[in-house]
């Protein structure tokens, strides 16, 4: 027979939304929470990434609220050097665990549940065990599954792959132990990126590295995404991106104007680019990059032959004595929005452009502080995840809206000026600093033309 469970809010997943939601729901209100996670230990995609990954956005944005990431320290070697420090995967993982241990469960009101699933009749099962508890969820169940993502660690590649073929995940050529003939990486995203990059560092050398690139990417310039001492810097990518949207003339326009601003980047400023999900590199990555000349641009991979790789629009060759690194995961998904804030449920999605875990720990102070569903719901409207170049000008404008009405809740305004998460939330240390009170003049004479003539660029998209 289960044994019953009973539990105020039962978060489903581990990983960077659950744990942030929980963290916020312990610092806001009494609430107990359960916490079911699919896998063995809290940290979510991270405890399956590729050995070599790392933040793409500084640590000191990530996380929790309650619990720094990292020590703040720039970096002074690699690509990031001159920058504040980008935790790696193990630093990751250990960082989830010790919120768990050492901030979760010492609370008394965190009951964990790990290699578990939630089943839609509520169940809790073990997956190793087998037990089975009964969950009574008295206020929500809180749903960061909707928009999980898929990495090549743990999903096969979307082409067929001939037998005889060398084809590997992101992650497994950390373990290749003899020289190849060379690399082929699949894929246009931050992980083919990473692939590309870390291979360089290797020492391989560019003419052994084919890269097939079904599309080109918007990248964001790391220069811009900094807190602390370069806050003052990513105030300016602000005022820059404001100038820009009063500006532009068309969508294409707006990102020439970013691009030549270098607050976006493009590997290759030849090709059109027509990608973007949100990454950061850093311009000394970019260089790196740009050093591969042997680039394929002829749609998806459909399938690999001992000889030949199929596309969508051609075939090149290939040999046995070939690595192709398989980096074409789907990535975070596309789905349509839903309310986030229901009655029984919490279905976290974003609802703003910019940095995640900032938007996933306010979901929890937003559910913990505000009575209504409705009123929940109008301070944190969903957007869909973005995929394309034209998702960038909806995104920001939906971000401007709904900015504005949490800066009238006095609870939500105060919290976010303290967190850690907010990358704008030292802004007040730096009010003297020359570069910050340049940005801060030239953002007060745009704004308000900015989101006029953003509205005007995304219906015109739209229409």
């Given amino acids: 027979m289960a044994e019953e469970l009973e539990t105020d809010y039962l978060v489903v997943g581990a990983g960077a939304a659950g744990m942030a939601f929980t963290d916020s729901l312990l610092d806001h209100c009494d609430a107990t929470i359960t916490i079911v996670d699919r896998r063995h230990a809290p940290g979510g995609h991270w405890i399956d990434a590729y050995p070599y990954v790392r933040l793409h956005q500084p640590s000191a944005f990530y996380g929790v609220s309650s619990v720094p990431l990292g020590q703040d320290a720039l970096d002074v070697a690699g690509t990031n050097a001159g920058y504040y420090e980008t935790a790696g995967a193990d630093e990751i993982r250990a960082y989830y665990a010790n919120v768990m241990l050492r901030r979760f469960l010492p609370s008394g009101r965190v009951r964990y549940f790990p290699s578990s699933d939630f089943l839609e009749d509520g169940r809790v099962v073990s997956r190793l065990g087998g037990q089975i508890w009964k969950a009574r969820v008295r206020r929500k169940v809180v749903d960061t599954t909707y928009l999980e993502g898929a990495i090549p660690a743990t999903s096969p590649p979307p082409f067929q792959v001939a037998d005889g073929v060398r084809c590997v995940p992101a992650g497994q050529i950390t373990r290749i132990s003899e020289r190849p003939e060379g690399f082929v990486i699949i894929g246009a995203g931050k992980t083919a990126l990473d692939a590309c990059v870390w291979l360089l560092e290797q020492g391989v050398l560019a003419s052994a590295i084919r890269w097939i690139k079904p599309r080109e990417g918007w990248w964001l310039n790391r220069r811009f995404q900094q807190p602390h001492s370069l806050?003052?810097?990513?105030?300016?990518?602000?005022?820059?991106?404001?100038?820009?949207?009063?500006?532009?003339?068309?969508?294409?326009?707006?990102?020439?104007?970013?691009?030549?601003?270098?607050?976006?980047?493009?590997?290759?400023?030849?090709?059109?680019?027509?990608?973007?999900?949100?990454?950061?590199?850093?311009?000394?990555?970019?260089?790196?990059?740009?050093?591969?000349?042997?680039?394929?641009?002829?749609?998806h991979v459909r399938r690999i032959e001992r000889d030949e790789i199929v596309l969508d629009e051609g075939s090149v060759p290939t040999s046995e004595g070939m690595v192709h690194v398989h980096c074409a995961s789907r990535g975070l998904p596309v789905r349509p929005v839903r309310p986030i804030y229901e009655p029984e449920r919490v279905t976290v999605q974003l609802f703003q452009w910019g940095l995640a875990c900032y938007q996933l720990a306010t979901l929890g102070v937003v559910e913990a502080t505000v009575e209504s569903d409705e009123e929940k719901n109008r301070l944190c409207p969903p957007i869909a995840n973005w995929d394309t170049d034209t998702d960038y000008p909806s995104a920001f404008l939906a971000g401007l809206t709904n900015h504005r009405a949490r800066e009238g809740h006095p609870a939500l305004a105060r919290w976010a000026t303290a967190t850690r998460l907010n990358p704008l939330g030292e802004l007040a240390l730096y009010r003297d600093d020359p570069l910050v009170i340049d940005a801060r003049g030239r953002i007060k004479r745009c704004a308000s033309a900015a989101t006029n003539n953003l509205a005007k660029l995304v219906g015109a998209s739209a229409a």
């Fill in 231 to 299: 806050l003052p810097q990513s105030y300016t990518g602000l005022a820059i991106q404001l100038e820009a949207m009063a500006q532009a003339t068309s969508i294409r326009d707006l990102f020439a104007r970013l691009e030549d601003e270098e607050f976006f980047l493009r590997v290759d400023p030849a090709v059109p680019a027509s990608m973007f999900r949100g990454a950061i590199i850093s311009e000394a990555e970019l260089r790196l990059l740009r050093q591969i000349t042997d680039v394929v641009r002829l749609g």
